[in-house]
C-alpha cells in the first residue's frame, strides 16, 4: 500500500508532486478572461444559488498577476487560458486577447476560441497560423449544436491539423439544448479523428462520454470539478464506472477550472487521489497526458 498522502492544503501541492516524481503540474482548463469578461463571469457563479441551487464561492478572485502567482506556488507548469463566447462577434477578439496574453507569459498555452457564424474558419486559420495550441467551445453557454454547418470547415481544419479542442458539452452543471452525448456523437461520426478533451469528464453523462474515449482514438477526458465533494452532492460519479476510467488512464487529463472553482485547489488533487486508481494513474494525469498533448517539457 503506497504511503502517498493526497495534499491538505494548497501549500502542501508541490510536496504531493513531488512525492509522485513529478516535475509540477500540467492543467489542461484553467481560464483567464479579458478582465470586464472575468468580472462578469464572478458575477454570474456570485449568484450560484439561483443558478445552480448550489453557494459557489468563487476561492480566487484575484487580480491578474496574484492569480499567475498561486498556479506558480502551486507548481502548475503549463495551463491554457480557454476564452468562450455566448454570441457571434466576439471570438476573434477574445482570440487575439488571449494570443497577447500567451506571448507575455511563457507557461501559457496560446489559446482561442470560435462560434458558429461565416468568419469562424478565417479567424481560426489566422489564430493556427499564430501559432495557437488549443482552442476552447462551450456548448452551454454558446447555445448552439457543435454539428452546425457553419462550423464543418473549422471541424475539418482542426482534425486535420490535430489542435486540441477543450470542449464543455456534458449536460452539467446545467443542462442546455444541445448539451449531451448526442450531438458530439455526431460530430465525431463526421470528423473521428478530432482531438478532442471532453470538459468535466462529461458530467453527467459519464458513462456515455467514457464510451466515446473508448471508441475514438483521439478523443480525451479532463478532470475539472470530477469527484470532487461539490460535484458529488450534485452530479455524483457512479463507482462501478471506476475501473473503465483506470482503464482510459493514458487518455485522462488534469483540469481544475481555476480561478473560478468554489474550493481550494489542492481538493481536485485530493478527490483524484480518493478514487484509488494508483500512482501511474496519477502521475499520467497530472503530468505525462497533458505534457504528451501540449508538447510541455519536463
Not at 481560426?124 to 453557454?141: I, M, N, P
Not at 490535430?162 to 461520426?189: A, D, F, K
Not at 471506476?242 to 487518455?251: T, V
Amino acid at each position: 500500500m503506497s504511503a502517498l498522502q493526497p495534499p491538505a492544503d494548497d501549500a502542501d501541492v508541490p510536496r504531493y508532486w513531488q512525492e509522485l516524481g513529478l516535475p509540477g503540474l500540467v492543467d489542461v482548463h484553467v481560464h483567464f478572461l479579458p478582465p470586464r469578461v472575468q468580472e462578469k463571469v464572478w458575477a454570474y457563479f456570485a449568484a450560484g444559488e439561483r443558478n445552480y441551487g448550489a453557494a459557489w464561492p468563487v476561492q480566487y478572485p484575484l487580480p491578474e498577476e496574484e492569480r499567475l502567482a498561486v498556479l506558480d506556488r502551486l507548481g502548475v507548469r503549463a495551463f491554457p487560458t480557454l476564452p468562450y463566447p455566448h454570441r457571434p462577434g466576439m471570438a476573434a477578439w477574445l482570440n487575439d486577447w488571449s494570443r497577447q496574453f500567451a506571448a507575455a507569459h511563457p507557461q501559457v498555452l496560446q489559446s482561442a476560441t470560435f462560434y458558429p457564424e461565416p468568419g469562424a474558419p478565417a479567424y481560426v486559420g489566422t489564430a493556427l497560423d499564430a501559432g495557437v495550441r488549443v482552442f476552447k467551445v462551450h456548448v452551454q453557454v454558446g447555445r448552439f449544436d457543435p454539428r452546425d454547418a457553419l462550423l464543418a470547415p473549422v471541424w475539418a481544419r482542426l482534425e486535420e491539423a490535430g489542435t486540441p479542442v477543450v470542449i464543455h458539452c456534458g449536460s452539467g452543471p446545467l443542462r442546455g439544448e444541445h448539451t449531451g452525448p448526442v450531438p458530439m456523437g455526431g460530430l465525431l461520426e463526421r470528423h473521428p479523428r478530432l482531438q478532442l478533451v471532453i470538459a468535466h469528464l462529461g458530467m453527467p453523462e459519464y458513462a456515455d462520454f467514457l464510451d466515446l474515449a473508448e471508441r475514438y482514438e483521439r478523443v480525451h477526458l479532463d478532470t475539472t470539478m470530477f469527484a470532487t465533494d461539490f460535484v458529488e452532492r450534485l452530479m455524483p460519479f457512479d463507482p462501478a464506472l471506476r475501473p473503465r476510467l483506470g482503464a482510459l488512464r493514458d487518455k485522462v487529463v488534469l483540469g481544475s477550472d481555476f480561478p473560478s472553482i468554489p474550493y481550494p485547489y489542492a481538493h481536485q488533487l485530493a478527490a483524484l487521489h480518493r478514487l484509488d486508481l494508483g500512482e501511474d494513474w496519477l502521475r499520467a494525469v497530472l503530468w505525462h497526458n497533458g505534457a504528451r498533448l501540449f508538447a510541455v517539457a519536463g
